[in-house]
């Protein structure tokens, strides 16, 4: 009897030990967060909360309590990113960034009436980044480099579609359909290779690994 309670004890403490090597891993439904769908960029901000570019507005998880607030013009939310105390924020045909109201609640103010930047037609904005003391609002046509020390901006457009943006080792990266990888220096693009290197393929991002650059890529990985 004894033995046999031993082998119980051991199968039951195995169990234990596999089920504690899972992490915990919590999962929450539209119909739970009051959400859309799809979720496009994530960021967290300096409260410690995690936003979301949502289908249906910008979403915000404190840990415990979900908020959804709607865009301005009823539009999809395409990027999000944190930058300093403000959460930034690209839509269709418009982007700025939110602040906290005193109750805590988020208000929104829109950059493009703010700097009265002309935008294209259905122009959409996929990416934000941070560089340096600018933040960079990048949609398929080109680049908006704001400066909100001084509110200021100026604009990139390269020769072809823009597909994707990125920061890697404090330089200034985009990858186009006609000049393949680039870099931006001093708002000037400058082409890094042809589309040859990475025929049929999109850069998705580049970061450094020693004095090596490790490019990530769509269909082949590294």
Known sequence: MRFKAVIILLLFTGFLLKSQEIPP???F???QTGSGNQNWMI???ENGNIYFANNKGLLEFNGSKWNLYPSPNGTIFRS???VKKRIYTGTYMDFGYWLPKENGSLYYQSLVEKLNIDILEDEQFW???EF???VVFQSLDRLIIVDVNSNSFKTI???GTLLKSFKSNNQLY????INGLSIVEKGVIKQINTLSTFKGQIVLGIFNVGSKKIAVTNKSGF
């Open 25 to 27: 891993i919590q999962k």
């Open 29 to 31: 439904s539209p119909q």
């Open 157 to 159: 457009e390269p020769k």
């Open 174 to 177: 985009i990858f186009e359909e």
């Open 43 to 45: 960021t967290q901000g």
């Open 127 to 129: 990416n934000v980044l």
């Open 80 to 82: 999000v990113k944190k």
């Open 132 to 134: 340096n003391e600018l």
